[in-house]
């Protein structure tokens, strides 16, 4: 006779314990309310929730909390909502990224310590979505995602705004004269008007896009607006999906492959997406035992062109991005080009190109996206395949077809080597200065983004167009938590004289939202001995994206006698999560991951202490 898995589930442990423990744990549940049939075996689903309104881009997750509950109850099962904390980029100080490994921490445990069976996970702002995906993944129970959305697209003065990327350029038109500050105060009112997360291609926006493509989003969900009723409907079908996954056991290791890893750096390829996603999906592929490197970012990306023309790099924005066929459309595509490995299977239960197969209208209409019954059939999935696309021609502007891209193959994230990185840095050409791509100027040197900040409006700083900011200290272990400070703007000077980029060299990372030809994720950082740390003013740096090199062109005895000299600087931190961070946070060019916490510890039932 085959086990009866109503009563072998994980969850069983708990609600089906025979004596004083199986009534501490029933009666104080039933103290909420829940009747004795929901102990009777039925897949127990937690719904991780990062609501919270100190990270605004998460703050609506409450209600769709609710639709998933919805869809679980729907499919058979017993649904459960537990908070888990809420990395916010916009509020948090001195960075998100600090906190990442530690709510990623928190979900894994509070997701092995309760009586679950699945769970589903609700993020919105950057750092929430791959800190639930590397908690998941740990503890592997079956998992599926569910992003918050993208805020509607911000509305100035007859154009569209996108949120991060305009706040660069204001700040640009303010330093200018070209804006004042009340207009600025006007301005950003019109660029957050809806709940959801940035609605740029930043790294919100990215890595909702990347869990589709990793297969553990529904399809085609990615893109809704925060606000629209599909939204809700996708919570509601992913609600009824987990517990198919869990009858099913579809857990994220045999999601989370390989070849999932190599469909989304050539996705990420293919939507313009953030650099942020380089450092994230680095840590993820650590949590599953999927060997992933920095140079992997480079070497499947250099055959796929950017089809996606959205802010930072296009004009574009994730409300248009949605009707012209979200992410389908843009998977179908690189399937037709044969970019995708197509057998890779997803949570739904089929594969990747099953799941993106079909036509659409131009609307964006995903029909009945989550239609599905607890043995994994999603049914009809619409606009999950864009294979016959019958948009309009401005759609076909949004998302470009393989053979007519926004722009050709290897445009991408560049993956840069050198005695400047030696473990690597990136940049992203779709978001840089095609004139600047190769480049050679003298370092002007920061010991920090605040030393930089303090001098940038100084009408008699001594740096020119062709000087190559250098800033450091800003990596994992120096600030400490890797921020989004590469892109410092230009020295008001020069903005005033109408110059729009230069060259800027940085430990730390980059806002999605942002913009410019600044290379990033310098490795190993300055804090802990790095070359970066041995620049000096008036060195010749050089760039060369075309033969992916950043060099100093000082000679190798003379760094030697640097790094003699060269001290390390003092712990900042004595105690506390901060010490914790930096005495084990991982360099850059393995995912900024703890090391302890890399691989998979499993779901095993914790012993029972009553």
């Known amino acids: 006779m085959t086990e009866d898995p109503r009563t072998s589930r ?4 708990w609600f089906g314990a025979q004596g004083r423990s199986g009534m501490v744990y029933r009666s104080w549940m039933r103290s909420q309310g829940f009747g004795h049939e929901v102990f009777d075996g039925r897949p127990v689903i937690g719904i991780a929730t990062s609501a919270s309104e100190l990270a605004p881009c998460n703050a609506h997750l409450t209600r769709v909390a609710e639709a998933v ?7 058979g ?8 904390m809420a990395t916010g980029e916009t509020l948090m100080r001195p960075t998100a990224m600090l906190y990442r ?17 699945g769970v589903v996970l609700l993020s919105g702002c950057d750092k929430t979505t791959p800190a639930m995906l590397m908690g998941a993944a740990s ?24 949120s991060g990327t305009h706040v660069w350029k204001f700040e640009e038109e303010l330093k200018t004269g070209r804006m004042t500050e009340e207009e600025c105060f006007f301005a950003e009112g019109c660029m957050a008007r809806s709940n959801g997360h940035c609605m740029t291609m930043g790294t919100a926006s990215t890595m909702a896009c990347l869990a589709e493509a990793l297969g553990m989003q529904l399809p085609g969900s990615a893109a809704w607006p925060a606000v629209d009723s599909r939204r809700m409907e996708t919570a509601q079908a992913a609600g009824q999906r987990i517990v198919g996954m869990v009858e099913e056991e579809l857990r994220p290791s045999r999601i989370l492959t390989r070849e999932a890893f190599e469909n989304a750096v050539r996705v990420n390829a293919a939507i313009g997406g953030s650099t942020n996603a380089v450092i994230h999906l680095l840590a993820i592929a650590g949590r599953v035992g999927v060997d992933l490197s920095l140079r992997d970012f480079d070497d499947l990306a250099r055959a796929v062109p950017t089809l996606v023309n959205l802010m930072p790099s296009g004009k574009y924005l994730m409300e248009d991005f949605c009707y012209a066929g979200g992410l389908p459309a843009v998977l179908a595509e690189l399937l037709g080009g044969g970019l995708l490995h197509g057998s890779q299977i997803t949570v739904t239960g089929r594969t990747i190109a099953e799941n993106n197969t079909g036509s659409t209208d131009n609307t964006g209409s995903t029909g009945n996206t989550g239609s599905t019954d607890n043995t994994g059939n999603t049914g009809n999935t619409g606009n999950t395949g864009n294979t016959e696309r019958l948009g309009s021609d401005s759609d076909f502007d949004v998302i470009t077809p393989l053979d007519a891209p926004f722009q050709p193959a290897g445009t991408g994230i560049a993956v840069l080597r050198g005695n400047l990185c030696p473990d690597g840095a990136v940049i992203k050409q779709s978001a840089a ?3 600047l791509l190769t480049h050679r100027g003298p370092a ?16 008699d700083l001594d740096i020119d167009e062709n000087t190559v900011i250098v800033i450091r200290n800003a990596g994992p272990k120096g600030y400490p938590g890797m921020p989004e400070v590469a892109n410092v703007p230009l020295p008001a000077k020069l903005l005033k004289a109408g110059v729009k980029d230069m060259v800027r060299v940085c430990d730390g990372r980059m806002s999605g939202t942002g913009y410019g030809t600044v290379v990033l994720h310098v490795a190993p950082e300055a804090a802990v001995g790095g070359p970066l740390a041995l620049v000096h003013d008036g060195d010749p740096v050089l760039l060369d994206v075309p033969h992916r090199t950043l060099r100093l062109d000082v000679d190798d005895a003379e760094l030697a006698r640097r790094r003699r000299a060269w001290r390390a600087p003092a712990e900042r931190h004595a105690g506390g999560y901060a010490w914790l961070y930096t005495q084990n946070v991982e360099q850059a060019d393995r995912g900024a991951d703890f090391g302890f916490l890399r691989g998979n510890r499993g779901h095993e039932v914790p012993r029972d202490s009553h």
Do not use: C
């Open 139 to 162: 503890v592997d129970l079956p998992a599926v995602m569910v992003t918050g959305g993208p805020m509607l697209n911000g509305k100035y003065r007859g154009q569209d705004v996108g």
């Open 77 to 84: 099962g017993f649904p459960l909502q537990f908070p888990t």
């Open 101 to 117: 490994n530690l709510m990623a921490m928190e979900v894994e445990e509070l997701i092995r310590a309760n009586p679950l069976d």
């Open 10 to 13: 994980r969850s069983q442990a």
């Open 433 to 435: 200065s095609p004139h």
């Open 444 to 459: 002007r040197v920061f010991e920090s983004p605040e030393a930089y900040h303090e001098v940038a409006d100084d009408p």
């Open 69 to 75: 509950k919805r869809g679980v109850w729907q499919a």
